[in-house]
C-alpha cells in the first residue's frame, strides 16, 4: 500500500451505489468536486451537471432513471427540506389478537399495554407527531411475498380456532387468530406511513409500535411469531415509490431475523446487519446462515452482516464495539439514503429469551448512532421484547432519542467481552474483501508488557441485578454561546497579514447569526479568568510576566515575544487571553449547572498550545485545560474529562499538563510528518502515552502528511477515538476545535469538510450525558473556519448532520498512523483489542470467497429456546428456510468461479431462489460482482499494469486478483505535486516520462509509495491535495473526458512562521547565473534566503536540500521560476517579505521589474 491510497491489491469492484442495478459505468465523474480553495463542497449536483447528462447519452430506461436520480438530489432550497419531529404510530387494533389455545404465549397485547403506560407516563406521546395505522395493500405486501401467500393468510379470518391450530402447526413457533391477518397488515402498513412522512419530509424520523413482529417473517411462510416482514416489505416500498436507491436495515432484535436477510441476500441495494444471539447454531432459529461467514450471494456478497454472540450476558459495551467497528464504518461507505431498524428488545437485562445484560441506556446509544446517517431518516419498527419491563423501558429511551433528548450515561460501560470480541473480529475478517474501509494494515505481533506497566486485568461478564433507573437531563436551553468582541483587540501590529487575525472570531459570529444559530443559542455573559484559574495550569511567575506586558513599549514587546516560540504580543494580549479563558470557564459552570446542555466557545487567542510556564504557537493560556481543572473544582472531585484535540497542531502544552494526570483523558489528532510539523519534535508521536498514574491517558493519531480528510477522521473516530472514549466514559467532554485541518487552510494542507466536522461532533454527543463543549483553537481560512463552526454549532443544537458526500477510501498512511495507536495503546484498553482470531474452530466453518477483479466503476424448537451444540439442526424441507450448506468448499479459487456452491440438503425453496448460483463457473462474469462504492480508481488519472497476486483470506477465502489496467490514487501521482494544485490536464496529454511532471522548470517527479512514507522531508515539490478533488470534471461525464491532461496551478500559503529567517539581500546582489556551490551545475538551482547561498535542486543532487538539513535554514527561492519554499511547512509560500529578493531575481533574470509584484 502507499501512504497516499489503496493499491491495487485491496481496490473492489464496485458498481453505482446510486443505482446498483444499472451496468457498469465510469463513475469517476460523480466523485469529483470543482472546489474551489476554502470554498464549502455541494453534496448533490447541481442543475447544469444534470442538464449535461441529458445532452451526452440517449435517454435510455435506465440513463432516464439516472437523469431522475439527479433531479431528485438537487439542492434547490435546503432550508425548505428541513424535517422537524418524530412520528409515532400506535394503534390499539394491533392488540385485538392474541394466542386462542395458550395465554402464556410470549408474544401477547400486554406488550403494547406496557409500552403506552411508559410513554404516558413519561410525556412522550404528546411530544410526537401521531400517525394512524393503515392497511398495506396487497400489492404492497407482494413486494416481498407471493400472493398465494397472502391469499392464504387472508382465509384466517374465516377459520376457527381447531383450523388455526392446524394450519399454525406448519409453521415453526407461531399462532394464527382470526384477526391476526388484519394487525398484520395494519403493522406494515403503519411503517409505510412513516416511510412516506420521512421521505416526504413531514417528519425526520419515526417509531412503529407494531404488533406482530415481522423480521422471521419469509416469502412464503410464517415463522417466529411473524406473518409479514415490515422492514423488508417497507425497503421495497421505499424503492419503488420513493426511487430510494441505497437501505440500510439494522436488526438488534436477540434473534437473527432470517426472513429479512434472505429477502435481501442477493441484492446490493439493501445492506442488512444483524447482531443476535447464536451459541454456535444452538440459539433459535438454529441456521448456519446466521453466522457471520454468510456475508451474501451473487451480487449481494458483502451486502449481508452477521455478528453472532456465542455466549448469554452480553452487554452494551459489547453492542457498542459492534457498531463503531463494523456497521458505521460500513454505513458511511454504503451511504444509505433510508435506515429501517428491527427494533426488538429482547437483549435488554431480565428478558426471559434473550438473557442477555443490555440496558435501555445501550439502545439509547445505538438509536444516536444511526441518526448519523442517511441525514437522520431514521424508522424504527417494534419486533421482540418479552419482559414487559425492559420492553417499555426500551423503546421509551430510544424514542427519547428519535426527539433529540441527549443519551444517557451508561452506568457501567466497560469494554467488548472476549467472546465479544471474537464475533467482530470473524465479522471483519469476512467483510474485509468487499469493504475498503475495513482494509486494515498489516501489523507486528504484539509486543510484550513493558516492564513496571501493568496490563488491564478482564473483566467477567457484569449482569446487573435489576435495570438501572434512567435521568434524562433536562436544560432550560440546548446550546450555550460565548464570544466577547474585546477578544479581537489581540493583534499583531508588524504583520497585519498574520493568520491569526482578529478577523477569525468575527466571521465566524456574522456566520452564525447569518444562519440564525446565534439566535438560537444562549448568549452567556464572559469575564475574564481569575488568578486562581490561571494558577491551576500555570505558573505565578509567567502569569506576572504575561500581564507585565500590558504596559511594554513596542519595542520590548516584540523583543519579548521573541522570546517564545511563533508568538507575537501587543499591549491588549494579556487582557484578551484572560477573556478567553475566563469566557470558557464560564461556558463549563453554565454546562455543569444545567443551564444549558452543551456549548460553543468563540474564542481567541489559542490556548492549547500554552504550557505551564511559556507562551507558544499563537497560545498563552490554556483554555481548555483551565477549564478541565475549573470543571473539577466545581464538581469537587476528579470528574472524569475527555478532551479531544482536532487541532492540525498538536497541543503540546494540552499534553504535558495532564500528561500524568488518570482523570483527564487526552486525545489528539494532527499532523506530526515525523516530528517536522509544529511544534516539532517527538511530544506528539504515538509513543507518547503519558506516564506514572496517567500513563496510557495520552492518545496521539500522527498524521505523517498532508490531505488527511474525512474518511481518515471518521476510521480514527470508529477505530480508535470512541472506543476508548466509551471505556473511559467521561462526565464532560472538552474539544479543542482547532479547524486548521478544513479544506482549504493554508496550514493545515487537509481536507476535512464542515459536514465531516458535523458528523465528528454528533458522534461524541452521545458521550457525557451530551455536555459537551467546543473550543476554538486554530483555523486560519476565514470561510473554512466560519462554516466548520456552524456545521458543529448545527449538530449541538440538535440538527441532524447531513449525509456526506461519496467519500474516497482512507489513505494507507493515515490507516497506519491509527493503527500505530492502537497497537501502543491496546495494552491500557481492552476496546482496542478487536484482533484478528487465528483459531475459528467452533465459531464457524471457512467460506469460499472470490475478491473480484477491479474495474472501473461509479459509484422445530421453539423460538428462544436453545439445544445441545452437537444437534444444530439443518432446516428441512418442510419450513421452507434457508441455510448454508454443511460443509462448503474451501478449495482455492480462479478469478472465473466466484460462485459459493450450494450442496443437495439444502432447501427446495433456497435452491429455487438462488438458481443462478448454480451456473457454470465460467458463466460468472465480472458484472456479477457485488456494490458497495465508487472506488477510487476511476478517480485518477495514471494507467498501471500490476502483476498477478492472490492472498489469502481471513476464515479460509482465497481473494485472487488478476492482471488489470486500472487507475489507482496511489499510481498517479503518488502524491500531488505542490501544495494547493489545481489540476488542468490529463496524463495522456502528457509527453516523455509520465513519472515526471514539469512546473516552471522545476521536475516533479512522482515517488514510490515507499519513498513517500520514508521520505522526512519531501522537499521543494511536496504536498498537495488529493487527486480526487483536483481534476475539474462533471458527474454526467464519460470515462473518455477523464483521459485529459493535469497541470497544476500553485496556491501557496499566504504566510508562513518561518518568515523572520528571511536575511537581507547581500550588498553583491544576486547572480541567477550562480552554479552550484557543490557540483558546478547550473541546471534547477536555488538561493538559500538566510545565507544566500547557491545550490542545486532535489531533482539534480538536492544539494540544497543536504544544506537545509545541515544548517536549518527554512526558505530558499527558485532561481527557474521565482518560486519560495519553505523546508519546515513543506509548502510553497508568498508574502510581501518575499518580494523585494524576488523583484531583484526578476531584473536579473530578465532585465525588467516585475510585472504584478503582488
Known amino acids: 500500500m502507499s501512504s497516499t491510497g489503496q493499491d491495487s491489491t485491496t481496490t473492489r469492484h464496485r458498481r453505482s451505489r446510486h443505482n446498483p442495478q444499472s451496468p457498469l459505468h465510469d463513475s469517476s465523474v460523480t466523485s469529483k468536486r470543482n472546489t474551489k480553495k476554502g470554498a464549502v463542497p455541494r453534496s448533490s449536483p447541481n442543475l447544469a451537471e444534470v442538464k449535461k447528462k441529458g445532452k451526452m447519452k440517449k435517454l435510455s430506461q435506465a440513463v432516464e432513471d439516472d437523469l431522475i436520480i439527479g433531479f431528485q438530489e438537487l439542492d434547490v432550497n435546503p432550508e425548505a427540506k428541513i424535517a422537524v419531529g418524530t412520528g409515532l404510530v400506535f394503534d390499539e387494533q394491533l392488540n385485538e389478537f392474541h394466542c386462542l389455545w395458550d395465554d402464556s404465549f410470549p408474544e401477547r397485547p400486554e406488550r403494547l399495554h406496557a409500552i403506552k403506560e411508559q410513554l404516558m407516563q413519561e410525556g412522550l406521546l404528546d411530544r410526537c407527531v401521531s400517525f394512524q395505522a393503515r392497511f398495506a395493500e396487497k400489492e404492497e405486501l407482494m413486494l416481498v411475498h407471493s400472493l398465494e401467500f397472502i391469499d392464504l393468510m387472508e382465509t384466517t379470518q374465516y377459520m376457527n380456532e381447531g383450523e388455526l391450530r392446524v394450519l399454525a402447526d406448519t409453521y415453526d413457533s407461531v399462532y394464527l387468530h382470526p384477526n391476526s391477518y388484519t394487525c398484520a397488515c395494519l403493522a406494515s402498513g403503519s411503517v409505510l406511513r412513516l416511510v412516506d412522512a420521512v421521505l416526504g419530509a413531514e417528519i425526520r424520523n419515526g417509531m412503529a409500535i407494531v404488533r406482530p413482529p415481522g423480521h422471521h417473517a419469509q416469502h412464503s411462510l410464517m415463522d417466529g411469531y411473524c406473518m409479514f416482514n415490515h422492514v423488508a416489505v417497507a425497503a421495497r416500498y421505499a424503492q419503488k415509490k420513493h426511487r430510494i436507491q441505497r437501505v440500510l436495515i439494522v436488526d438488534w432484535d436477540v434473534h437473527h431475523g432470517q426472513g429479512t436477510q434472505f429477502t435481501f441476500d442477493q441484492d446490493p441495494s439493501v445492506l442488512y446487519f444483524s447482531i443476535h444471539r447464536y451459541e454456535q447454531g444452538r440459539f433459535w432459529p438454529h441456521l448456519k446462515a446466521s453466522n457471520w461467514s454468510t456475508t451474501g450471494f451473487g451480487q449481494g456478497q458483502g451486502y449481508t452482516i452477521n455478528v453472532p454472540w456465542n455466549e448469554v450476558g452480553m452487554r452494551d459495551a459489547d453492542y457498542i464495539a459492534a457498531f463503531l467497528h463494523i456497521l458505521l464504518p460500513v454505513a458511511f461507505e454504503f451511504q444509505p439514503q433510508l435506515v429501517l431498524v428491527a427494533a426488538g428488545f429482547d437483549a435488554l437485562q431480565g428478558d426471559p429469551k434473550g438473557e442477555m445484560a443490555a440496558t435501555p441506556a445501550g439502545f439509547a446509544q445505538l438509536t444516536h448512532l444511526l441518526m448519523g446517517l442517511a441525514g437522520g431518516k431514521l424508522i424504527l419498527s417494534l419486533e421482540g421484547g418479552y419482559n414487559l419491563h425492559s420492553l417499555a423501558e426500551g423503546v421509551s429511551a430510544s424514542l427519547h432519542i428519535l426527539l433529540g433528548d441527549p443519551c444517557p450515561m451508561l452506568e457501567s460501560p466497560g469494554a467488548p467481552c472476549p467472546s465479544a470480541q471474537a464475533s467482530i473480529s470473524c ?101 475574564p479568568a481569575t488568578e486562581a484559574e490561571l ?7 509567567y502569569v506576572e510576566r504575561l500581564r507585565a506586558t500590558e504596559k511594554m513599549k513596542t519595542r520590548e514587546l516584540h523583543r519579548e515575544g521573541a522570546n517564545f516560540d511563533s508568538i507575537y504580543i501587543c499591549p491588549s494580549t494579556f487582557t484578551c487571553a484572560q477573556l478567553a479563558t475566563g469566557a ?62 482536532w487541532d492540525i497542531h498538536h497541543g503540546n502544552g494540552t499534553q504535558h499538563i495532564f500528561e500524568d494526570d488518570p482523570s483527564v483523558l487526552y486525545v489528539s489528532l494532527h499532523r506530526f510528518d515525523r516530528g517536522t510539523f509544529f511544534p516539532m519534535g517527538d511530544e506528539g508521536a504515538s509513543s507518547q502515552v503519558g506516564r506514572a498514574a496517567g500513563t496510557g491517558f495520552t492518545v496521539n493519531v500522527a498524521w505523517n502528511g498532508p490531505r ?6 471518521l476510521a480514527a473516530w470508529h477505530r480508535l477515538v470512541l472506543p476508548i472514549a466509551y471505556e473511559f466514559n467521561p462526565e464532560l467532554v472538552l474539544v479543542s476545535a482547532g479547524f486548521d485541518a478544513a479544506r482549504g487552510d493554508p496550514l493545515g494542507g487537509c481536507q476535512v469538510s464542515p459536514e465531516g466536522y458535523a458528523h465528528l461532533t454528533h458522534l461524541l454527543m452521545g458521550l457525557a450525558n451530551g455536555r459537551i463543549i467546543l473550543v476554538l483553537e486554530g483555523g486560519y481560512n476565514l470561510t473554512s473556519i466560519s462554516e466548520s463552526m456552524a456545521a458543529c454549532t448545527h449538530a449541538l443544537l440538535g440538527d441532524l448532520p447531513p449525509q456526506l458526500p461519496l467519500l474516497r477510501p482512507p489513505q494507507s498512511g493515515a490507516l497506519a498512523s491509527i493503527t500505530e495507536t492502537i497497537q501502543v495503546h491496546h495494552r491500557y484498553w481492552r476496546s482496542l483489542r478487536v484482533t484478528k482470531v487465528e483459531d475459528k474452530e467452533g465459531l464457524s466453518s471457512s467460506k469460499s470467497v472470490t475478491k473480484k477483479v477491479p474495474q472501473q466503476a461509479n459509484p422445530g424448537l421453539a423460538k428462544g429456546m436453545t439445544m445441545p451444540k452437537e444437534k444444530v439442526l439443518e432446516v428441512d424441507m418442510r419450513k421452507a428456510t434457508s441455510a448454508l450448506p454443511a460443509e462448503e468448499s474451501t478449495d482455492q479459487t480462479k478469478p472465473e468461479a466466484a460462485n459459493v456452491t450450494l450442496t443437495p440438503d439444502q432447501s427446495s425453496e433456497t435452491a429455487t431462489r438462488r438458481a443462478a448460483l448454480d451456473k457454470a463457473p465460467s458463466e460468472e462474469t465480472v458484472e456479477e460482482a457485488p456494490v458497495h462504492q465508487a472506488t477510487s480508481e476511476a478517480a485518477t488519472g495514471a494507467v498501471v499494469m500490476h502483476p498477478t497476486t492472490s492472498e489469502e483470506a481471513e476464515g479460509g477465502a482465497e481473494l485472487i486478483q488478476t492482471p488489470q489496467a486500472s487507475y489507482t490514487e496511489n499510481q498517479f501521482p503518488a502524491a500531488s505535486p505542490v501544495l494547493g494544485a489545481t489540476a488542468l490536464l490529463s496524463p495522456s496529454q502528457l509527453t516523455g516520462d509520465p513519472g515526471t511532471l514539469e512546473l516552471g522548470g522545476e521536475a516533479l517527479e512522482t515517488l514510490e509509495p515507499q519513498a513517500l512514507e520514508e521520505e522526512s522531508l519531501l522537499g521543494e515539490a511536496a504536498g498537495g491535495q488529493d487527486v480526487a478533488d483536483l481534476k475539474l470534471t462533471q458527474r454526467f461525464q464519460d470515462l473518455a473526458e477523464i483521459n485529459q491532461g493535469i497541470l497544476y496551478a500553485v496556491t501557496p500559503l499566504p504566510w508562513c512562521p518561518h518568515l523572520v529567517a528571511v536575511r537581507p539581500i547581500p550588498a553583491a546582489s544576486l547572480d541567477v547565473t550562480q ?42 527561492l527558485s532561481y527557474v521560476d521565482l518560486s519560495t519554499w519553505c523546508y519546515p511547512c513543506q509548502a510553497y509560500v508568498h508574502h510581501q517579505d518575499l518580494l523585494d529578493v524576488k523583484n531583484i531575481t526578476h531584473q536579473k533574470k530578465f532585465g525588467e521589474d516585475m510585472p504584478h509584484p503582488h
Open 584 to 645: 470558557v470557564c464560564c461556558l463549563v459552570e453554565a454546562v455543569l449547572s444545567g443551564e444549558v446542555l452543551n456549548g460553543v466557545a468563540v474564542v481567541r487567542p489559542p490556548g492549547h498550545h500554552a504550557e505551564q510556564d511559556a507562551a507558544c504557537g499563537f497560545c498563552f493560556f490554556n483554555s481548555v485545560a483551565v477549564a478541565a481543572r475549573h470543571a473539577q473544582a466545581i464538581s469537587g472531585r476528579t470528574m472524569r474529562i475527555l478532551i479531544v484535540d
Open 427 to 527: 465479522t471483519l475478517e469476512a467483510l474485509e474483501p468487499f469493504w475498503q474501509i475495513l482494509v486494515r494494515p498489516e501489523t507486528p505481533e504484539e509486543d510484550s508488557v513493558e516492564d513496571g506497566v501493568q496490563e488491564i486485568e478482564e473483566e467477567g461478564p457484569w449482569v446487573p441485578s435489576v435495570l438501572p433507573i434512567l435521568t434524562w437531563p433536562l436544560a432550560q436551553a440546548r446550546t450555550g454561546l460565548v464570544y466577547d468582541q474585546r477578544m479581537m483587540n489581540h493583534c499583531n501590529v508588524w504583520d497585519s497579514h498574520h493568520p491569526e487575525t482578529p478577523q477569525r472570531i468575527l466571521r465566524i459570529m456574522r456566520h452564525l447569526e447569518e444562519l440564525g444559530l446565534a439566535g438560537r443559542c444562549v448568549t452567556l455573559p464572559v469575564r
Open 708 to 713: 488527511v480528510g474525512d474518511a481518515e477522521y
Open 535 to 541: 494558577l491551576t495550569c500555570h505558573s505565578a511567575e
Open 1075 to 1116: 552554479p552550484c556551490e557543490d557540483c558546478g551545475t547550473c541546471q534547477e538551482n536555488w538561493v538559500c534566503l538566510s545565507c544566500y547561498q547557491v545550490y542545486c535542486s532535489r531533482y539534480i543532487n538536492a544539494h540544497m536540500v543536504r544544506h537545509h538539513e545541515a544548517s536549518g535554514h527554512p526558505l530558499v
